[in-house]
């Protein structure tokens, strides 16, 4: 086999695997992970193509999912989901004897529709905005099921034919849920079900759409609470529905982070868009189609909305039905700031219409970068954001009752008296060590052996995320650890018949955590790293480097070439023995990076830990004692005993073991070859005496 009858051979199969889905669909990396099974890569293919890149056998996937894309073969319905079309199940069967002949006539196909897509995009790019990425080309497919079944048919969004959106079932809602009084005391959530507990289904049903509907282009709050808030609607009628795939799908997508405004303030987003439903159900059927036609006329009808200005949810609502024309920057100062820097690209044919304008320097834009404006990525965030003006006064907020500042992360939480009492650590100094990690997201927790800092780190990171829902891993860093095993990787796999050997791409650690940290942006998560110094640091994070510093930029990743942003819910807390002086090894970008703590014998929490402990323990014994001589003994800094060695049940001879086996054989390690006898010197015999001598001269010195 060549590599390029594996490539066709894999393009068959891709059509295939789908084909064998109940629903005719699977994952990027599922669909990878079968098919190189069943078509195992060459040694040449399992080889990156350059440093930093796929493998080519990756890379050659990538392109023929394209080519079947473009043959219309295939659909790629959201971001890392993929359908088989029946053109594609055509296809299938008419290759079923040749399999290497579909990708033959699919890259045929593929460069006909090439070139016709060439000739739209410079069209698209020269009339209209176009969509920045994937994501928001996936939010504007939804948002228009939402313009074509709901205002232009007044039918359900969720269930067609239900004509949910009719004129008695908006007014049986605004009385139940606008014209209600606010339930004082009460979150937006226990609000709206009581408002709602007396309303009809279809009253739900609209209401769960409109909820849709609008947290649909929302970064904030993530996939799992936008499905939540609408879900929690729905599950309050008497015959729930569901809700369809392709509007479910988009959930995972975002076209902007709004601001805390919309999220916040969603009462008054949501009575918004009641009172525009009930202003287009007056409007004549040729003034509604003419709104849907026209986006200035559907400016002109989302300005009349009764209400609060509210503008950052008005621009929502023109983005929401007409995108093309108004776009993907809604934040009313962003859009100033952009219509100002780049007011050049259009002389003349400026109008002084902030809308207009924008429009029009976007198009202008699109078709000098032949592409998106991309506002919010590197060069033009940069140039613009220099001449953003001050945050406009925000509306009068509701109140405290009507907001729901759910979309935004959960604060930490206090330690508490129970984590101290937990830990013997004063809840002060807990307190500062959360907000540090809160402000910074990544902390190296260093000392000597025995100071507690991964038994701390896991107490910590359990105590947030626990308290605020999210998740927590440790990983342990070594000298053979990788990007691989960290975050991404290929690694072999057995194929379907048990014999033959292939690759499939692994998620790591992180990837996984940062998964679950992006679809639950309210959470907090964490990652306990440790003894992080044994592992290459540079070679383990690659280009994630990049990420801990700029938590809101995107990279391409080593093996996809979707983006990839670190969600800045996510909390690093790295461990580092300071025994082996590795602290001075780490470059000098990774301790940029990271915020260090020290945890130490002679100073506190650690200092009085042990006598702290022992005071809530049934021991009477000289352990604590025979520690703080130790140390004093001790004259490297950073070779002294921390006290979790002795934090234990350790009655009869346990002590002496403790020692024998393993603080001393750390200790000689230490002195290793420079002769010290370290039984003679730290033996718990000889620190007794010392103790003993110490106890003599203080009373001979009282007598």
Same mark, same amino acid.
Do not use: C
């Given at each position: 086999?060549?590599? =390029?009858?594996?490539?066709?051979? *894999?393009? /068959? $199969?891709?059509?295939?695997?789908?084909?064998?889905?109940?629903?005719?669909?699977?994952?990027?990396?599922?669909?990878?992970?079968?098919?190189?099974? *069943?078509?195992?890569?060459?040694?040449?293919?399992?080889? =990156?193509?350059?440093? #930093?890149?796929?493998?080519?056998?990756?890379?050659?996937?990538?392109?023929?999912?394209?080519?079947?894309?473009?043959?219309?073969?295939?659909?790629?319905?959201?971001?890392?989901?993929?359908?088989?079309?029946?053109?594609? &199940?055509?296809?299938?069967?008419?290759?079923?004897?040749?399999?290497?002949?579909?990708?033959?006539?699919?890259?045929?196909?593929?460069?006909?529709?090439?070139?016709? &897509?060439?000739?739209?995009?410079?069209?698209?790019?020269?009339?209209?905005?176009? %969509? %920045?990425?994937?994501?928001?080309?996936?939010?504007?497919?939804?948002?228009?099921?939402?313009?074509?079944?709901?205002?232009?048919?007044?039918?359900?969004?969720?269930?067609?034919?239900?004509?949910?959106?009719?004129?008695?079932?908006?007014?049986?809602?605004?009385?139940?849920?606008? @014209?209600?009084?606010?339930?004082?005391?009460?979150?937006?959530?226990?609000?709206?079900?009581?408002?709602?507990?007396?309303?009809?289904?279809?009253?739900?049903?609209?209401?769960?759409?409109?909820?849709?509907?609008?947290?649909?282009?929302?970064?904030?709050?993530?996939?799992?609470?936008?499905?939540?808030?609408?879900?929690?609607?729905?599950?309050?009628?008497?015959?729930?529905?569901?809700?369809?795939?392709?509007?479910?799908?988009?959930?995972?997508?975002?076209?902007?982070?709004?601001?805390?405004?919309?999220?916040?303030?969603?009462?008054?987003?949501?009575?918004?868009?009641?009172?525009?439903?009930?202003?287009?159900?007056?409007?004549?059927?040729?003034?509604?189609?003419?709104?849907?036609?026209?986006?200035?006329?559907?400016?002109?009808?989302?300005?009349?909305?009764?209400?609060?200005? +509210?503008?950052?949810?008005?621009?929502?609502?023109?983005?929401?039905?007409?995108?093309?024309?108004?776009? $993907?920057?809604?934040?009313?100062?962003?859009?100033?700031?952009?219509?100002?820097?780049?007011? #050049?690209?259009?002389?003349?044919?400026?109008?002084?219409?902030?809308?207009?304008?924008? =429009?029009?320097?976007?198009?202008?834009?699109?078709?000098?970068? !032949?592409? %998106?404006?991309?506002?919010?990525?590197?060069?033009?965030?940069?140039?613009?954001?220099?001449?953003?003006?001050?945050?406009?006064?925000?509306?009068?907020?509701?109140?405290?009752?009507?907001?729901?500042?759910?979309?935004?992360?959960?604060? /930490?939480?206090?330690?508490?008296?129970?984590?101290?009492?937990?830990?013997?650590?004063?809840?002060?100094?807990?307190? =500062?060590?959360?907000?540090?990690?809160? &402000?910074?997201?990544?902390?190296?927790?260093?000392?000597?052996?025995?100071? #507690?800092?991964?038994?701390?780190?896991?107490?910590?990171?359990?105590?947030?995320?626990?308290?605020?829902?999210?998740?927590?891993?440790?990983?342990?860093? !070594?000298?053979?650890?990788?990007?691989?095993?960290?975050?991404?990787?290929?690694?072999?796999?057995?194929?379907?018949?048990?014999?033959?050997?292939?690759?499939?791409? *692994?998620?790591? %650690?992180?990837?996984?955590?940062?998964?679950?940290?992006?679809?639950?942006?309210?959470?907090?998560?964490?990652?306990?790293?440790?003894?992080?110094?044994?592992?290459?640091?540079?070679?383990?994070?690659?280009?994630?480097?990049?990420?801990?510093?700029?938590?809101?930029?995107?990279?391409?990743?080593?093996?996809? @070439?979707?983006?990839?942003?670190?969600?800045?819910?996510? /909390?690093?807390?790295?461990?580092?023995?300071?025994?082996?002086?590795?602290?001075?090894?780490?470059?000098?970008?990774?301790?940029?990076? +990271?915020? +260090?703590?020290?945890? !130490?014998?002679?100073?506190?929490?650690?200092?009085?830990?042990?006598?702290?402990?022992?005071?809530?323990?049934? +021991?009477?014994?000289?352990?604590?004692?025979?520690?703080?001589?130790?140390?004093?003994?001790?004259?490297?800094?950073?070779?002294?005993?921390?006290?979790?060695?002795?934090?234990?049940?350790?009655?009869?001879?346990?002590?002496?073991?403790?020692?024998?086996?393993?603080?001393?054989?750390?200790?000689?390690? !230490?002195?290793?070859?420079? #002769?010290?006898?370290?039984?003679?010197?730290?033996?718990?015999?000889?620190?007794?005496?010392?103790?003993?001598?110490?106890?003599?001269?203080?009373?001979?010195?009282?007598?």
């Amino acid at each position: 086999m060549t590599v =390029r009858e594996n490539t066709a051979l *894999r393009a /068959f $199969e891709i059509l295939k695997v789908l084909a064998e889905s109940p629903d005719g669909r699977g994952t990027r990396s599922g669909i990878w992970q079968t098919i190189i099974e *069943r078509v195992p890569l060459l040694p040449e293919e399992a080889e =990156r193509t350059s440093p #930093g890149r796929n493998i080519r056998g990756m890379t050659n996937y990538t392109f023929a999912s394209d080519h079947l894309v473009n043959a219309e073969y295939l659909v790629k319905v959201q971001r890392g989901v993929w359908e088989i079309t029946p053109a594609g &199940r055509a296809a299938l069967d008419a290759a079923a004897a040749d399999p290497t002949s579909l990708y033959a006539e699919a890259t045929r196909l593929s460069r006909i529709e090439q070139l016709r &897509r060439g000739e739209e995009l410079d069209e698209a790019l020269q009339s209209t905005i176009v %969509p %920045p990425d994937d994501r928001a080309r996936a939010i504007r497919a939804a948002a228009r099921l939402f313009t074509e079944r709901g205002l232009r048919d007044l039918d359900s969004v969720f269930v067609p034919g239900r004509q949910a959106w009719r004129a008695d079932v908006i007014k049986e809602l605004a009385e139940g849920f606008r @014209d209600q009084p606010v339930v004082v005391g009460s979150g937006y959530a226990d609000k709206l079900l009581v408002q709602l507990r007396d309303v009809s289904d279809d009253a739900k049903l609209l209401m769960a759409e409109i909820v849709a509907w609008h947290v649909l282009p929302l970064e904030k709050p993530g996939e799992i609470k936008k499905r939540a808030r609408i879900q929690q609607i729905i599950q309050t009628m008497n015959d729930p529905v569901i809700i369809p795939a392709d509007i479910d799908q988009a959930l995972k997508s975002w076209s902007f982070d709004a601001g805390r405004g919309i999220g916040a303030e969603i009462d008054r987003g949501l009575a918004m868009i009641v009172n525009g439903l009930q202003l287009w159900i007056d409007l004549d059927a040729d003034d509604r189609q003419e709104a849907l036609d026209n986006p200035w006329a559907w400016r002109d009808f989302v300005t009349s909305i009764p209400g609060t200005p +509210f503008p950052t949810q008005r621009n929502e609502l023109l983005y929401l039905v007409h995108p093309e024309s108004f776009g $993907e920057v809604v934040a009313p100062e962003h859009r100033l700031a952009i219509r100002n820097t780049f007011i #050049g690209e259009i002389g003349e044919s400026a109008t002084g219409d902030l809308d207009q304008d924008l =429009r029009l320097l976007t198009i202008a834009l699109q078709v000098k970068e !032949h592409g %998106p404006a991309l506002y919010y990525r590197e060069p033009l965030r940069e140039i613009w954001s220099r001449s953003e003006p001050p945050e406009p006064k925000p509306d009068p907020l509701p109140d405290e009752g009507e907001r729901d500042g759910s979309e935004e992360r959960s604060a /930490f939480p206090r330690s508490g008296a129970a984590l101290a009492a937990t830990l013997h650590i004063a809840e002060p100094w807990l307190d =500062r060590v959360l907000g540090l990690i809160e &402000r910074r997201r990544q902390v190296i927790l260093y000392g000597p052996p025995g100071t #507690g800092k991964t038994f701390l780190a896991q107490a910590l990171a359990e105590h947030v995320t626990k308290t605020t829902t999210g998740d927590y891993r440790i990983v342990q860093f !070594h000298p053979t650890y990788s990007y691989e095993d960290f975050f991404e990787g290929f690694r072999p796999v057995v194929g379907a018949d048990g014999q033959q050997l292939g690759f499939g791409l *692994r998620k790591g %650690p992180l990837r996984r955590l940062a998964d679950g940290a992006a679809a639950n942006p309210e959470a907090n998560y964490f990652l306990v790293i440790d003894e992080i110094n044994r592992g290459n640091l540079a070679k383990i994070f690659g280009e994630l480097y990049y990420l801990l510093e700029y938590r809101d930029r995107e990279i391409s990743l080593l093996y996809s @070439d979707e983006p990839f942003t670190l969600p800045a819910n996510i /909390f690093f807390i790295g461990t580092m023995n300071t025994a082996d002086r590795s602290i001075a090894m780490l470059d000098a970008a990774m301790r940029r990076r +990271f915020a +260090f703590i020290e945890l !130490h014998p002679d100073t506190d929490p650690v200092r009085g830990l042990l006598g702290e402990w022992m005071l809530a323990q049934p +021991f009477t014994d000289d352990r604590s004692e025979l520690l703080v001589e130790l140390n004093r003994t001790i004259a490297d800094y950073d070779a002294k005993i921390g006290p979790s060695f002795l934090m234990r049940d350790l009655q009869h001879d346990g002590i002496e073991s403790v020692w024998t086996y393993e603080i001393l054989p750390l200790l000689a390690e !230490h002195h290793y070859a420079d #002769g010290t006898d370290v039984e003679k010197a730290y033996g718990v015999p000889a620190l007794r005496r010392a103790l003993a001598r110490a106890r003599t001269e203080i009373a001979d010195g009282a007598s």
